[in-house]
Protein backbone atom coordinates (compact mmCIF):
# COMPACT_ATOMS: atom_id res chain seq x y z
CA UNK A 1 0.00 0.00 0.00
CA UNK A 2 1.34 3.13 -1.14
CA UNK A 3 1.73 5.60 1.73
CA UNK A 4 3.36 9.26 2.51
CA UNK A 5 3.53 10.64 5.98
CA UNK A 6 4.49 14.57 5.90
CA UNK A 7 5.72 16.10 8.96
CA UNK A 8 7.89 18.93 10.51
CA UNK A 9 4.62 21.79 10.50
CA UNK A 10 3.80 23.84 12.86
CA UNK A 11 3.78 27.60 14.00
CA UNK A 12 6.52 29.73 12.68
CA UNK A 13 6.86 33.76 13.07
CA UNK A 14 7.42 35.68 9.43
CA UNK A 15 10.81 35.67 7.95
CA UNK A 16 11.76 32.53 9.83
CA UNK A 17 12.59 29.05 7.94
CA UNK A 18 10.42 25.58 7.98
CA UNK A 19 11.38 22.12 7.03
CA UNK A 20 8.99 19.76 5.71
CA UNK A 21 9.76 16.08 5.11
CA UNK A 22 7.90 13.27 3.66
CA UNK A 23 8.05 9.74 4.49
CA UNK A 24 7.55 7.20 1.53
CA UNK A 25 6.40 3.64 1.49
CA UNK A 26 4.80 0.95 -0.12
CA UNK A 27 6.38 1.75 -3.65
CA UNK A 28 10.14 1.81 -5.08
CA UNK A 29 10.22 5.76 -4.09
CA UNK A 30 13.48 6.08 -6.44
CA UNK A 31 11.16 5.44 -9.67
CA UNK A 32 8.43 8.65 -9.25
CA UNK A 33 8.72 12.33 -9.07
CA UNK A 34 7.38 13.99 -6.09
CA UNK A 35 5.49 17.02 -5.32
CA UNK A 36 4.40 19.78 -2.82
CA UNK A 37 1.17 21.31 -3.27
CA UNK A 38 -0.58 23.08 -0.57
CA UNK A 39 -4.21 24.52 0.22
CA UNK A 40 -4.61 27.60 2.18
CA UNK A 41 -7.46 27.41 5.07
CA UNK A 42 -11.29 26.94 3.38
CA UNK A 43 -9.39 27.45 -0.04
CA UNK A 44 -8.40 25.26 -3.13
CA UNK A 45 -5.25 24.18 -4.36
CA UNK A 46 -2.03 25.09 -5.27
CA UNK A 47 1.00 23.51 -6.54
CA UNK A 48 4.22 24.28 -5.01
CA UNK A 49 7.46 22.20 -6.26
CA UNK A 50 7.96 18.93 -8.34
CA UNK A 51 11.13 17.05 -8.07
CA UNK A 52 11.82 14.21 -11.13
CA UNK A 53 12.83 10.69 -9.89
CA UNK A 54 16.84 11.34 -9.93
CA UNK A 55 16.41 15.00 -9.15
CA UNK A 56 16.88 16.11 -12.42
CA UNK A 57 14.87 18.25 -12.73
CA UNK A 58 13.07 20.66 -10.51
CA UNK A 59 9.91 22.94 -11.01
CA UNK A 60 8.95 25.56 -8.60
CA UNK A 61 5.74 27.78 -8.13
CA UNK A 62 6.58 31.76 -8.94
CA UNK A 63 5.07 32.38 -5.66
CA UNK A 64 8.02 30.40 -3.33
CA UNK A 65 10.25 30.83 -6.13
CA UNK A 66 13.87 31.50 -4.32
CA UNK A 67 12.62 30.56 -0.68
CA UNK A 68 11.56 27.29 -0.89
CA UNK A 69 14.07 24.35 -2.00
CA UNK A 70 12.56 21.02 -2.78
CA UNK A 71 15.00 17.91 -2.54
CA UNK A 72 14.95 14.36 -2.14
CA UNK A 73 16.84 11.56 -0.73
CA UNK A 74 16.50 8.20 -2.41
CA UNK A 75 18.44 5.92 0.20
CA UNK A 76 15.92 7.36 3.23
CA UNK A 77 12.31 7.11 0.91
CA UNK A 78 12.04 11.07 1.92
CA UNK A 79 11.26 14.25 0.01
CA UNK A 80 11.50 17.66 1.79
CA UNK A 81 10.72 20.49 1.43
CA UNK A 82 12.72 23.75 2.95
CA UNK A 83 10.80 26.88 3.50
CA UNK A 84 12.59 30.36 4.46
CA UNK A 85 11.69 33.88 4.54
CA UNK A 86 8.00 32.32 5.39
CA UNK A 87 5.21 34.98 4.75
CA UNK A 88 1.85 34.96 6.29
CA UNK A 89 0.39 34.07 2.79
CA UNK A 90 2.22 30.75 3.10
CA UNK A 91 -0.34 29.57 5.68
CA UNK A 92 -1.49 26.12 4.58
CA UNK A 93 -1.95 22.45 5.00
CA UNK A 94 1.42 21.31 2.84
CA UNK A 95 0.20 17.49 0.75
CA UNK A 96 3.22 15.59 -0.46
CA UNK A 97 1.96 14.00 -3.51
CA UNK A 98 3.82 11.16 -6.12
CA UNK A 99 2.97 12.37 -10.03
CA UNK A 100 3.05 9.41 -12.88
CA UNK A 101 5.08 9.63 -15.49
CA UNK A 102 3.85 10.57 -18.18
CA UNK A 103 2.05 13.28 -17.24
CA UNK A 104 1.95 15.53 -14.00
CA UNK A 105 -1.22 14.12 -12.06
CA UNK A 106 -0.70 13.34 -8.90
CA UNK A 107 -1.87 9.70 -8.14
CA UNK A 108 -0.86 9.27 -4.33
CA UNK A 109 -1.26 12.27 -1.78
CA UNK A 110 -0.23 12.09 2.09
CA UNK A 111 -2.96 13.57 4.71
CA UNK A 112 -1.23 16.92 4.91
CA UNK A 113 0.67 18.75 7.62
CA UNK A 114 -0.29 22.20 8.77
CA UNK A 115 2.10 25.19 8.52
CA UNK A 116 1.07 28.70 10.11
CA UNK A 117 2.90 31.72 9.92
CA UNK A 118 2.35 34.08 12.44
CA UNK A 119 3.66 36.48 14.84
CA UNK B 1 0.20 30.59 -16.51
CA UNK B 2 -3.20 28.00 -17.40
CA UNK B 3 -5.98 29.92 -15.63
CA UNK B 4 -8.90 27.02 -14.83
CA UNK B 5 -12.05 27.88 -14.27
CA UNK B 6 -14.68 25.41 -12.97
CA UNK B 7 -18.64 26.24 -12.82
CA UNK B 8 -20.48 26.11 -10.84
CA UNK B 9 -19.03 26.76 -7.61
CA UNK B 10 -21.59 24.66 -5.71
CA UNK B 11 -24.20 22.78 -6.52
CA UNK B 12 -27.16 21.43 -4.14
CA UNK B 13 -27.83 17.60 -5.53
CA UNK B 14 -30.08 14.46 -3.94
CA UNK B 15 -29.35 11.23 -4.19
CA UNK B 16 -29.81 9.70 -7.67
CA UNK B 17 -29.19 12.76 -9.61
CA UNK B 18 -27.00 12.82 -12.72
CA UNK B 19 -24.74 15.91 -12.11
CA UNK B 20 -22.55 17.76 -14.20
CA UNK B 21 -19.66 20.12 -13.57
CA UNK B 22 -17.57 22.23 -16.26
CA UNK B 23 -14.02 23.09 -16.49
CA UNK B 24 -12.49 25.19 -18.58
CA UNK B 25 -8.58 26.16 -19.07
CA UNK B 26 -7.36 29.03 -20.67
CA UNK B 27 -5.66 27.83 -23.50
CA UNK B 28 -5.75 23.78 -25.20
CA UNK B 29 -4.60 20.89 -22.95
CA UNK B 30 -4.46 18.89 -26.51
CA UNK B 31 -0.89 18.06 -26.96
CA UNK B 32 -0.76 17.23 -30.94
CA UNK B 33 1.74 14.92 -30.72
CA UNK B 34 -0.09 12.25 -28.86
CA UNK B 35 -3.41 13.31 -29.11
CA UNK B 36 -4.18 13.46 -25.46
CA UNK B 37 -5.64 16.03 -23.10
CA UNK B 38 -3.86 16.64 -20.26
CA UNK B 39 -6.49 17.03 -17.31
CA UNK B 40 -7.06 15.39 -14.37
CA UNK B 41 -9.97 15.75 -12.10
CA UNK B 42 -9.59 14.53 -8.04
CA UNK B 43 -12.53 14.70 -5.22
CA UNK B 44 -11.88 15.92 -2.05
CA UNK B 45 -13.74 14.81 0.67
CA UNK B 46 -14.27 16.72 4.22
CA UNK B 47 -10.83 16.74 6.51
CA UNK B 48 -9.56 14.28 3.51
CA UNK B 49 -6.52 14.64 1.10
CA UNK B 50 -7.80 14.60 -2.64
CA UNK B 51 -8.17 11.36 -4.51
CA UNK B 52 -7.18 11.32 -8.01
CA UNK B 53 -10.55 9.72 -10.03
CA UNK B 54 -9.92 10.47 -13.76
CA UNK B 55 -6.68 11.93 -15.75
CA UNK B 56 -6.18 12.27 -19.38
CA UNK B 57 -9.55 13.74 -19.43
CA UNK B 58 -11.17 10.58 -19.70
CA UNK B 59 -9.41 7.84 -18.15
CA UNK B 60 -10.91 6.57 -14.30
CA UNK B 61 -8.55 5.26 -12.01
CA UNK B 62 -8.38 1.94 -10.94
CA UNK B 63 -11.50 1.32 -7.83
CA UNK B 64 -13.25 4.68 -9.31
CA UNK B 65 -17.14 3.63 -10.22
CA UNK B 66 -18.69 3.77 -13.12
CA UNK B 67 -21.00 6.81 -12.63
CA UNK B 68 -18.15 9.08 -13.06
CA UNK B 69 -17.28 10.35 -16.68
CA UNK B 70 -14.93 12.51 -17.68
CA UNK B 71 -14.98 14.14 -20.62
CA UNK B 72 -14.16 16.95 -23.23
CA UNK B 73 -10.82 18.21 -25.25
CA UNK B 74 -8.87 21.10 -26.29
CA UNK B 75 -10.22 23.62 -23.40
CA UNK B 76 -13.54 22.43 -22.38
CA UNK B 77 -14.16 19.95 -20.10
CA UNK B 78 -16.47 18.32 -18.02
CA UNK B 79 -17.05 15.49 -15.17
CA UNK B 80 -20.41 14.12 -15.15
CA UNK B 81 -21.45 11.49 -11.84
CA UNK B 82 -24.43 9.70 -13.66
CA UNK B 83 -26.17 8.74 -10.78
CA UNK B 84 -25.22 10.72 -7.31
CA UNK B 85 -24.67 8.84 -3.98
CA UNK B 86 -24.47 10.52 -0.74
CA UNK B 87 -20.59 9.42 -0.63
CA UNK B 88 -20.20 11.86 -3.26
CA UNK B 89 -20.39 14.52 -1.37
CA UNK B 90 -17.27 16.61 -1.68
CA UNK B 91 -15.57 19.23 -3.63
CA UNK B 92 -14.28 18.18 -7.23
CA UNK B 93 -11.05 19.68 -8.54
CA UNK B 94 -9.60 19.72 -12.12
CA UNK B 95 -6.06 20.29 -12.68
CA UNK B 96 -3.77 21.07 -16.10
CA UNK B 97 -0.54 19.51 -16.73
CA UNK B 98 0.11 20.75 -19.47
CA UNK B 99 2.67 22.97 -18.23
CA UNK B 100 4.13 24.61 -15.09
CA UNK B 101 3.31 26.10 -13.00
CA UNK B 102 0.36 23.18 -12.72
CA UNK B 103 -2.78 25.14 -11.74
CA UNK B 104 -6.25 23.86 -10.07
CA UNK B 105 -9.63 25.41 -10.69
CA UNK B 106 -11.23 26.48 -7.59
CA UNK B 107 -13.42 23.93 -7.45
CA UNK B 108 -17.27 22.60 -7.56
CA UNK B 109 -18.67 21.32 -4.23
CA UNK B 110 -21.63 19.28 -4.37
CA UNK B 111 -23.75 20.15 -1.37
CA UNK B 112 -27.15 18.05 -0.12
CA UNK B 113 -30.04 19.19 -1.50
Known amino acids: EVQLVESGGGLVQPGRSLKLSCLASGFTFSNYGMNWIRQAPGKGLEWVASISSSSSYIYYADTVKGRFTISRDNAKNTLYLQMTSLRSEDTALYYC????????????WGQGVMVTVSS | DIVMTQTPSSQAVSAGEKVTMSCKSS????????????LAWYQQKPGQSPKLLISWASTRESGVPDRFIGSGSGTDFTLTISSVQAEDLAVYYCEQYYDTPYTFGAGTKLELK
Open chain 2, 27 to 38: QSLLYSENKKNY
Open chain 1, 97 to 108: ARHQIPGFYFDY
